[in-house]
């Protein structure tokens, strides 16, 4: 009965150990975060010498997403290979913020999938 007893504690643990790990969002979950992270902020975006809404770049990195996932396995990947840079020019992606500031969009979303982690980890 001891050991009975002994293996459902050892399974429950394992569970939650388990669990834990599970509470981490996927490359995916945070992809999409930050698209509508994009989608959401007042910043104009700069492609290839042309500004765009958030809305209309959101859509634009989603579209791109959809077509080149293979690219794109981890939330870095996608800030790198399809979220920081036009495909066809190689031009850096800039992003010009309400208060004025220009950046880089790799450094924006960085610095923005930082926060998102550090809020998912806090959470749990």
């Not at 459902?8 to 394992?14: K, P, T």
């Not at 790990?21 to 959401?40: C, M, Y």
Request: hydrophobic residues 40%; positive net charge.
């Amino acid at each position: 009965m001891r050991l009975c007893i002994r293996g459902y504690w050892f399974i429950a643990l394992i569970l939650l150990s388990i669990s834990q790990f599970s509470d981490a969002a996927t490359p995916e979950q945070e992809i999409n975060h930050l698209i509508d992270f994009v989608a959401k902020s007042d910043a104009v975006f700069i492609r290839n010498g042309t500004e765009h809404s958030s809305q209309d770049a959101a859509e634009h990195l989603a579209m791109k997403y959809r077509k080149a996932t293979r690219y794109a396995k981890t939330a870095e990947k996608f800030i790198e290979n399809l979220a920081s840079k036009s495909s066809w020019s190689g031009k850096p992606y800039k992003v010009r913020l309400s208060n004025g500031s220009l950046l880089n969009a790799k450094d924006w979303l960085s610095n923005e999938l930082k926060e998102y982690r550090r809020n998912q980890h806090i959470q749990n």
